[in-house]
């Protein structure tokens, strides 16, 4: 599954396997925060994740990342 999101989290592109893991359909992401697919205990990960990939190019720190 492939997600882009642009520099205040909000999703700008998901590839078919990405709406599929998360059920979303082509209507459902415009502008959707890259946060709402996940938990909210899961949002400091993803915190994480986000500074790092900004910081050091590197955005391929957490695979454990899934929607619960």
Do not use: C, K, W
């Amino acid at each position: 599954a492939i997600i882009t999101v642009d520099i205040r989290g909000r999703i700008n592109y998901l590839n078919q396997a990405a709406r599929r893991v998360f059920g979303l359909d082509r209507t459902e992401s415009p502008e959707m925060s890259f946060y709402e697919l996940f938990p909210r205990t899961e949002h400091t990960r993803l915190n994480q994740l986000v500074n790092n990939a900004l910081e050091n190019g590197d955005a391929t720190g957490d695979q454990a990342l899934r929607r619960m």
